[in-house]
């Protein structure tokens, strides 16, 4: 198991079913990673939490908005006190307030840089004073092929998803000689709670656009951000792996 020993720490992981964080989480556990489920609301980060002990790990749910510094310090405490470290910080933990520019509020543009962008930055700043005593650690950073590409109606998420690629880089670049890497993911079309919601119509134009034909799944996107967070990956910092079965090339 290539994750024995290690503790992981998973934010926004609470969304069960389909959710991304909680996929990830499940793929972590698998390889003998222990888990820190984090998540807004405190239920679903215990039944996650719940879900990943009945497969044999440890697991440990803490409530908290990763917006709020007090909240973060919070989370990582715990988890500290709990597990004796963190080795892995997967930043998952995001929202969208879809609208065009001219009818988006100044709410929600706040809200979701807060969470998305800010989030991660106070995430990525708690764990780096764990990593840089101990001189290793993996940071993977849940971004979106969206801010990469822009998308209309998505000012706020695309904004904060392409500034989640620049703080990925600027993290890799100030800690990659302490042996800590930081990487993010890109998802294209996933199939979760939020694409559920689209009319079947919609969902199939979203298919004719992906040269692999289908929508991708949560565990599309936890393969490719176990590859991260394991030693496999130990020579690759700072780099943005698209998991869109080649939407955008
Ligand atoms: N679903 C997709 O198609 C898709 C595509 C690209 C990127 N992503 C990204 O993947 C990540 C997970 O997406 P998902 O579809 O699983 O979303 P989701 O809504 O199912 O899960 C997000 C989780 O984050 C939690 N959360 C929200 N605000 C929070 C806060 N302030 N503090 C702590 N937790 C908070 C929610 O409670 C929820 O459990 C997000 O960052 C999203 O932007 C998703």
New binding site residues.
Partial sequence: MKLEGKVALI?????GG????RSVAMALAQEGAEIVI????PE?AEAVAMEVQASGRRALAVQ????VWEDVEKIFSKATETFGAVDILVN?????KDNLILRMSEEDWDAVVD??LK?TFLCTKAAAKIFLKRKSGKIVN?????GIVGNAGQAN?SAS?GGIIALTKTTAKELGSRGITVNAV?????Q????DQLSDDLREQMKKQVPLARLGT?EDVARVVLFLCTSDSDYVTGQVISIDGGLFM
């Fill in positions: 934010t926004g992981a609470g969304r389909r959710g991304i964080g984090t998540d807004y609301i679903n908290g908005n990763v917006a998952n933990a995001g929202i969208t969470i998305n989030g849940v971004a979106s092929v969206m998420y998803k890109a998802p294209g079309f996933i979760t709670v939020m694409t949560p």
